[in-house]
């Protein structure tokens, strides 16, 4: 099965989920989001293979950096989308896809829906 996830080795959900993938001899395609951040239209196709909405993907508890964006849940998508661009780090991990879809898999355990 192919696979594909954003990741950040210092996440431990990462950590996690990238551990139950190659568990099941899976080894997925990882993106270090933190080194190479996501494009507007990354962020926006991963959204809408999740069927969720761009305030799903926020990682608000990082309350400088969601104060440095200038952002609230009340945001539009345009400014959404800004942040994450601008603060990688506001992108809530992992974000993982396989053949059965694409999901937030926060808690860890939830990569197993897509397995």
């Given at each position: 099965m192919k696979a594909w996830m954003t990741y950040n080795p210092a996440c431990g959900t990462a950590r996690n989920v990238l551990a139950t993938l190659r568990g099941r001899g899976i080894e997925p395609q990882i993106r270090e989001y933190?080194?190479?951040?996501?494009t507007r239209a990354e962020i926006t196709d991963l959204v809408a293979q999740m069927g969720g909405k761009l305030s799903d993907v926020v990682r608000w508890k990082q309350e400088a950096e969601v104060a440095a964006a200038g952002i609230t849940p009340?945001?539009?998508?345009?400014?959404?989308?800004?942040?994450?661009?601008a603060h990688p780090v506001?992108?809530?991990r992992p974000i993982v896809t396989t053949g059965k879809g694409t999901k937030l898999c926060r808690p860890s355990e939830t990569?197993?829906?897509?397995?």
């Amino acid at each position: 099965m192919k696979a594909w996830m954003t990741y950040n080795p210092a996440c431990g959900t990462a950590r996690n989920v990238l551990a139950t993938l190659r568990g099941r001899g899976i080894e997925p395609q990882i993106r270090e989001y933190l080194k190479q951040p996501l494009t507007r239209a990354e962020i926006t196709d991963l959204v809408a293979q999740m069927g969720g909405k761009l305030s799903d993907v926020v990682r608000w508890k990082q309350e400088a950096e969601v104060a440095a964006a200038g952002i609230t849940p009340a945001s539009g998508d345009a400014a959404l989308l800004d942040a994450l661009v601008a603060h990688p780090v506001l992108l809530n991990r992992p974000i993982v896809t396989t053949g059965k879809g694409t999901k937030l898999c926060r808690p860890s355990e939830t990569v197993e829906e897509l397995l």
